[in-house]
């Protein structure tokens, strides 16, 4: 399978963004912060992703958020750039709970699996995937969910 790209403007703030399809390799939520599973090759070495897996010192090297959820293997859309987030609950960016306006995520590192975390002292191998709009559960969000601008790192 090729992957497949598209650009797109919101069409109400003009906030473009960027997706694309990929293979995730086992069930992914909508909101949740993906990684590259370099472990799979189903469609070449790089075109598979699984959620952040949390919980690590380090980090994970999130890229960007599934819009869809998938419940085994299969293909998933991948946000990777822009604005995410439509204040309904299950419609945030998973977050960890103190994640709040204006501040940098870095995916996993301390949350659950597919959460991104603050961008910290502690975190030493891990890239900013995103930034905060506003904190988590504000609105009506859950109390891990947020408003998030995905940061895009040029690899899709």
Known sequence: ????????????????????????????????????D??????????????TTGGTAAGDPAFGIAIEAITAAGVVT???????????AGGGANVHTDAAAGKMLAGGNGGG??????????????NVCGIALDAAGAGDYGSNE???IVVDQGFF
């Open 113 to 126: 699996a597919g959460t991104a975390n603050l961008m910290d002292s502690a975190i030493t191998e891990a």
């Open 1 to 36: 399978m090729a992957i497949h790209k598209i650009d797109g403007v919101d069409g109400v703030n003009h906030f473009p963004k960027k997706f694309v399809r990929l293979h995730g390799t086992a069930a992914i939520a909508k909101g949740d912060w993906v990684m590259l």
């Open 146 to 148: 947020c408003t998030v």
């Open 78 to 88: 991948i946000q990777t750039a822009g604005k995410y987030g439509d204040n309904t």
């Open 38 to 51: 370099v472990s799979d090759s189903t469609n070449g070495l790089g075109a598979s992703v699984k959620k």
